[in-house]
């Protein structure tokens, strides 16, 4: 059974760097394509980053150059450092995991509980 925990969110002020991680256990991590997402109150849940078993990575628009993920294979997390956040961040995120590579669809068969981002002006 596929298990995602995702801890390290907090409330931080607007340029405010923030440090999520991914824990995960229950499959053969490596070969999984893992992902962060995000959903604020009222809209929908939508992609934010994600990197495919090889470390290839894509971004959404709203975080290239301040985004970035990566995974280790051998303690079996995914991360994202969040740099220069801005209020517009302020989210729940979630990581994904699934042996189909979606990128940025939120289509993935495997999520954790969530981890909450606030950022304030």
């Known amino acids: 059974q596929v298990q995602l925990v995702e801890s390290g969110g907090g409330s931080v002020q607007a340029g405010g760097s923030l440090r999520l991680s991914c824990a995960a256990s229950?499959?053969?991590?490596?070969?999984?394509?893992m992902g962060w997402f995000r959903q604020a109150p009222g809209k929908e849940r939508e992609g934010v980053a994600v990197?495919?078993?090889?470390?290839?990575?894509g971004y959404a628009d709203a975080v290239k150059g301040r985004f970035t993920i990566c995974r280790d294979n051998a303690k079996n997390t995914l991360y994202v450092e969040m740099n220069s956040l801005k209020p517009g961040d302020t989210a729940m995120y979630y990581c994904?995991?699934?042996?189909?590579?979606?990128?940025?669809?939120?289509?993935?068969?495997?999520w954790g509980q969530g981890t909450q981002v606030t950022v304030s002006s």
């Open positions: 990197i495919d078993s090889d470390g290839t990575t």
């Open positions: 994904a995991a699934g042996r189909i590579l979606w990128w940025l669809l939120p289509k993935y068969n495997n």
């Open positions: 229950g499959y053969t991590y490596s070969r999984y394509y």
